[in-house]
């Protein structure tokens, strides 16, 4: 039974400050239901938001507010990094981090724009599904957010539409050069993915600093020797030329070395990582433009690629509805991608300090466990039903989702 009657607070508060960029009273609601329904709705699809209200109109109103009424995510996007800057524990600072990736968002249809099949390594088979690279930035306090995101689009769909194709190393410079053009300071970082000569060299190019993986079958030349990377490692780094570093109490082996790679045309240091000193496999290797960094600064630029991806990622899906869209247009998933954008950012907003430098050094696990219990619960006296639970609501609020109180009676 529908039980939503009054906006959460936070919801409240988002309306005053965005509701401007909407044409209408009627799209200003529509606006805060779907903010709403993100937060709290058990199926955050728009007919799913639609019937936890008690009082609202048919879900093809909510339906066309996102794909056919005349608003700019780009500005609703702009407002909220803007805002994000009055507040000292989410403000962009130089010892801040971008962290990009990407991430597939699987879908049911296949008349849904832009979705094809794609092959999800985590899953080891291809998924109907969306492709979107996020760059998200990554603060001195460890809090983090999105910033901006582009859309993969299949070969085939861009030549059937008759617009450029763009693989994945295009639409990453291109986030690469939309937070150059916007002045957002830090250090970029990303997984071995995007690890390759035409990156690192456009990163280069902006004179920006990067720190990325590495894999081992690349070629790298040592004092003027072409290696394959495996090879070098396995006969030249012996366990006496390993030295032992902590970051946040996790003590690791490493050697680094200034060398370069075929193709990148600017000398790069390498850190290659091993768990213990006489382990037979080093577990990973970093790469960096900046020579001169202490490894201890390579390390914690690098932990912070997790902390600014994999845990948006997760906790986009999971508790505020990122892959559960279902509009097939184009424009409407890219609206719904930028309100769940914001609706993280309010939730991040409202962490305290050392529940974000958790977030920063935990497991995947572990993280969605602190935000279950630290995310704001209590979102409005009135919210249910009166502000005061009925016995039904009384047994919601005792099974509440991680995100706050369920509203549904």
């Not at 524990?89 to 597939?104: E, F, M, P, Q, V």
């Not at 979705?115 to 080891?124: F, Q, S």
């Not at 999105?146 to 059937?160: Q, S, T």
């Not at 070395?257 to 091993?274: A, E, M, Q």
């Amino acid at each position: 039974m529908p039980a939503i009657v009054e906006f959460p607070t936070v919801v409240q508060d988002l309306l005053r400050e965005y509701g401007d960029l909407f044409p209408n009273e009627p799209e200003r609601r529509h606006f805060a239901e779907y903010l709403t329904g993100l937060f709290i709705a058990e199926r955050k699809t728009v007919s799913g938001i639609n019937r936890e209200f008690a009082v609202t109109t048919d879900q093809s109103c909510l339906n066309r507010s996102l794909t056919e009424v005349s608003w700019d995510p780009k500005t609703l996007n702009k407002r909220r990094l803007e805002a994000l800057q009055s507040d000292s524990s989410t403000r962009y600072t130089k010892n801040g981090a971008i962290a990009i990736d990407n991430t597939l968002i699987d879908h049911d249809g296949k008349l849904i724009e832009d979705v094809g099949a794609l092959w999800d390594h985590a899953e080891a088979r291809h998924l109907i599904a969306h492709d979107y690279l996020i760059a998200n930035y990554v603060c001195a306090s460890l809090k983090h957010y999105p910033l901006e995101f582009r859309r993969f689009r299949k070969k085939e769909i861009c030549v059937a539409d008759g617009t450029p194709f763009k693989n994945h190393t295009v639409l990453c410079k291109e986030l690469i050069d939309w937070v150059v053009d916007q002045a957002i300071p830090g250090d970029f970082t990303f997984d071995s993915y995007f690890t390759n000569a035409e990156i690192l060299n456009h990163i280069a190019s902006k004179d920006r600093n990067y720190v990325g993986d590495l894999k081992f079958n690349r070629t790298i030349t040592v004092d003027g020797k072409d290696w394959k990377a495996s090879d070098w490692v396995k006969t030249q780094l012996g366990p006496l030329c390993r030295q032992k570093t902590a970051v946040d109490g996790k003590v690791q082996w490493y050697f680094t070395k200034s060398i370069r790679i075929p193709g990148v045309n600017h000398t790069v240091r390498i850190v290659v990582l091993w768990r213990g000193q006489r382990d037979a496999e080093p577990r990973k290797m970093l790469i960096t433009n900046r020579t001169y960094w202490e490894v201890h600064r390579i390390l914690k630029t690098y932990r912070k690629r997790w902390t600014g991806t994999e845990t948006f990622h997760r906790d986009g899906k999971q508790h505020l509805g990122m892959g559960e869209c279902q509009l097939r247009s184009g424009e409407g998933e890219t609206r719904h991608m930028y309100l769940v954008f914001l609706a993280y950012s309010a939730l991040m907003t409202q962490l305290r300090h050392d529940r974000a430098l958790l977030l920063g050094s935990r497991t995947p696990d572990d993280h969605r466990r602190i935000l279950s219990r630290h995310a704001p619960r209590n979102f409005g006296q009135n919210d249910r039903l009166g502000g005061r639970a009925s016995p039904a609501g009384a047994e919601c609020v005792r099974n509440q989702s991680p995100l706050g109180a369920s509203l549904t009676l």
